[in-house]
């Protein structure tokens, strides 16, 4: 059993962290297409979050470890230069494609984009009834979660790390009361359309994913006998993870839905990245997730998920029906895999190269890998 001692004495590139992004990607992906009802895309976003929090915490720790110190400028100025290139693309041609389809410019989506407000003006300040060409900006609203928690994590890390239990204390109590928010909210304003959107989108009612990979960082990291490793990658504990992350897909009660789900699925993550990734037991689903080909769509996953949703709205506004059909797959899967591969070759990597001028350790090229390869390497990937 490998353990996670000197967990973040290194910065090698872990595959299987892009092989778990590209999963996610992938079922953000097929849900947007028309498999909604069948595939949970939902899940993908929270994936996606939990796997940012694990990455940007043992990164914050990696750092401080170093230099006894976070330098808050230059970690904000590589989150700019990491998002900021592709989305100004992206905004770009959605403006141009709002323009075409006679909605005009629209500065309230396009600053909401940009500032990463998105999120909250869905809800407050544009529509959310129907798809309409302005809609092309929505898909921004979970890098507004991430961003907005960015603002402020750094800032509780700084000031709690030297007494390293005090922060992971103060973690689980901020889990704890998204979750008690999400229930005070249901019980307030009951079971509505209206308040199933806010749940899913706003940052105050869905934070609680990113920080549960922000806390199970901090546990490996303090768990140099490896206890919390060897518990949660015990078959049964693997097992019982696995069958309640199963059970928040199949379980359909409203309720459970919009306030349990989320935290059941980040408790079930929390176990099972860390087993997967550092366990022996489970090598077999490592190797899986470090395919070249599932790296590779997780490397692509930042473009893909801003320019598949580009697709989707030209093939929603453009050919109209159902979704699924011919024609519609036609427009939407060939646009939004272009507009992403070009964002990746020409937009994502060249700032990729700027951004090691200022600490980023990002991975941009696929890296052989072995099993070998042991729990104190960690992956920044697409996140710093």
């Known amino acids: 059993m490998q353990t996670p001692k000197n967990l973040l004495s290194g910065t090698s590139y872990v595959p299987a962290l892009d092989g778990f992004r590209g999963m996610a990607i992938v079922v953000v992906v097929i849900s947007h297409y028309g498999f909604g009802h069948l595939i949970p895309g939902g899940f993908g976003v929270t994936l996606f979050f939990f796997i940012s929090g694990y990455l940007i915490t043992r990164l914050l720790i990696a750092e401080y470890e170093k230099s006894h110190r976070i330098d808050l400028g230059r970690f904000y100025l590589r989150r700019v230069l990491r998002l900021y290139p592709a989305l ?27 500032f990463y407000y998105r999120n909250y003006y869905m809800l407050y300040g544009g529509s959310t009834a129907v798809f309409n060409c302005s809609r092309i900006f929505d898909i921004t609203w979970s890098l507004a979660i991430e961003e907005h928690f960015y603002l402020f994590f750094p800032l509780l890390f700084m000031a709690l790390f030297r007494r390293p239990k005090l922060l992971a204390i103060g973690m689980a109590v901020s889990i704890i009361a998204v979750l008690v928010w999400r229930l005070r909210i249901i019980a307030t304003d009951g079971l509505t359309e209206l308040t199933i959107y806010r749940i899913y989108h706003l940052t105050d009612t869905r934070l609680d994913a990113i920080m549960f990979g922000c806390l199970t960082s901090l546990v490996l990291y303090l768990d140099k006998d490896g206890v919390y490793l060897r518990r949660v990658s015990h078959p049964v504990v693997f097992a019982g993870t696995v069958a309640l992350l199963f059970f928040t897909f199949i379980y359909r009660d409203g309720v459970f839905r919009e306030t349990w789900r989320y935290s059941c699925q980040g408790l079930a993550l929390s176990a099972i990245l860390p087993a997967v990734l550092y366990a022996k037991p489970y090598a077999s689903l490592k190797n899986i997730l470090s395919k070249p080909g599932l790296v590779t769509i997780g490397k692509l996953s930042y473009s893909l998920y801003l320019f598949h949703w580009v697709g989707v709205s030209i093939a929603e506004n453009l050919i109209g029906g159902p979704r699924l059909t011919v024609a519609w797959l036609l427009t939407a899967v060939p646009i939004g895999l272009i507009l992403s591969l070009i964002s990746y070759q020409y937009v994502e990597k060249p700032t990729a190269n700027l951004r090691k001028r200022f600490g980023s350790t990002v991975e941009t090229t696929p890296t052989e890998f ?15």
């Open 88 to 114: 100004i693309f992206m905004v770009a041609l959605a403006i141009g494609f709002t323009v075409f389809m006679g909605c005009g410019f629209q500065p309230g989506a396009v600053l909401s984009t940009l």
């Open 370 to 384: 072995t099993m070998e390869s042991s729990p104190k390497t960690f992956s920044e990937t697409a996140v710093n």
